[in-house]
């Protein structure tokens, strides 16, 4: 597998068929988690998923490398999230959002998990849907703050300041609901 995924649409536009294989193959389980985490099903995720895919190959021959290809993969990604919802009519709440476990865990430790689990998911579903979304990219993604401010069309600065904002609101929630168990 090549070490940069910048070269693998340009490769693939280059007539280098293994090298959307790779691509798919590199961003399944990104984008899964991606969607997962928007609080779809499992089964809709794999389906979203791709849709990315036949998006991005589609649209391979427009395709120019401006930037890193993981922000132009999950705008895209986030572009058809936004499509999916439309047509469903989609409204998400905390409670849809899907439970995780750790099965290494010991049975107290998986109980604990699982409890700030639910408060995180509480805490996350309480915000307001631009602040979800700029947690997904920034925070969950892990994608730097200039690609989130390219997908979410913002200047870079209010990324930052939105972020360091959420996270200190989100953390007295936190501990407020950590407090009442």
Excluded: W
Aim: charged residues 30%; hydrophobic residues 40%; glycine residues 4%.
């Amino acid at each position: 597998m090549t070490k940069p995924s910048e070269d693998l649409l340009t490769r693939f536009n280059q007539g280098d068929a293994a090298a959307f294989a790779e691509l798919v193959e590199l961003f399944s389980p990104r984008l899964k988690g991606f969607f997962l985490r928007k609080g779809v099903q499992a089964s809709t995720a794999e389906d979203l998923s791709q849709h990315v895919f036949i998006r991005l190959y589609n649209s391979a021959s427009r395709y120019q490398a401006r930037g890193r290809f993981d922000s132009f993969c999950f705008q895209v990604a986030h572009n058809i999230f936004l499509d999916h919802c439309r047509s469903k009519k989609v409204t998400l709440h905390g409670d849809d959002i899907p439970e995780q476990s750790d099965e290494r865990a010991q049975a107290s430790e998986q109980v604990e998990a699982s409890d700030r689990d639910q408060i995180l998911r509480k805490v996350l579903a309480e915000q307001d849907d631009e602040t979800q979304q700029l947690l997904e990219l920034a925070v969950l993604q892990k994608l730097a703050y200039a690609d989130v401010a390219t997908i979410l069309d913002i200047p870079v600065g209010t990324v930052k300041s939105r972020v360091y904002y959420a996270l200190r609101r989100m953390r007295g929630q936190f501990k407020k609901y950590e407090q009442d168990l």
